[in-house]
């Protein structure tokens, strides 16, 4: 079964087969009974150090999910999760702590992500001092990080609400970097933020990853900025990765139709007009997702198969994966 590809670097993660499904109480007409949400479904993926990915799909498709259950923030159903070569899903709770230490998070909303009730130099010293790091330490290495994302050291006894969105994001994006983690997973870090902020952010990470050889997992909605930031692409629908490869291929020759639906969907400025097509239909109901393809109601291309098996994903093209008939 193929993957989210690779490029030949040396390898930092390896995720096989990772599943999650949650349990949940019907409502009145299905009687009551327990209902089962395959959130991410038996996916698998690479990432190379220095590399980034990118998860783009529509909301509701699991991408969130899958970067939480990487990081071991939700423990999964089924799979494995290989970080530099060894089984996190395996580790101990002292171990897996140790391990944390390389694998960080940047959260969607900067405001939420933060303590109210904590400074920021509070918020930046607790990872430090969880983790042991003496507070002489802390503070030479809090100012650095500070320097690196764009605030001065005025902002460490105020408080999150008293900074902008961006500023708060850039405070987020210092948390996450306070432990010197390999790997981040910056899930939606930009789309809480005005659009005149969002390119600053967005360089910001692109800046942080070569000065401090970062590797992300990069996850988003819009897959143009997907693509910009990017070297490889996943494309998720309802769970499944089912389209993958290097983004400029995947971006500039997309195979499958959800993915020629997602670029779409992307606003086309032309003579001053904004042209906007919408993917049609709705994102099918989790709880009781379409038989064999789940893209199928919503595809042009489909085809009986495509309603009654599930396909896999095979190279189709030099490192380029793709999950669908039509395109074999």
Known sequence: MGDAGSTGKTGLLEVENLSKSFSRKGGILSGERREM???????????????????????????????????????????????????????????????????????????????????IRAILQEPLAVHGVSPEESREWIDKLLCWVGLGKDCLSRYPHQFSGGQRQRIGIARALSLKPELVVADEPVSALDVSIQAQVINLLLDLQEKLSLSYIFISHDISVVRFVSHRVAVMYLGRIVESGEASRVCENPLHPYTKDLINAVPDISEGLSILRAVSGELPNPVNPPSGCHYHPRCQQAGEICRNERPEQKEVESRHFVSCFACE
């Open 37 to 119: 949400v395959k959130a991410v479904d038996k996916v698998s993926l690479t990432l190379a150090a220095g590399e980034t990915l990118g998860l783009v799909g529509e909301s509701g498709c699991g991408k969130t999910t899958l970067g939480r259950l990487i990081l071991r923030l939700i423990e999964p159903s089924e799979g494995r999760i290989l970080f530099k070569g060894r089984d996190i899903l395996t580790l101990d709770r002292e171990k897996l702590r140790s391990c944390r230490k390389q694998m960080q998070i940047i959260f969607q909303d900067p405001y939420s992500s933060l303590n109210p009730r904590m400074t």
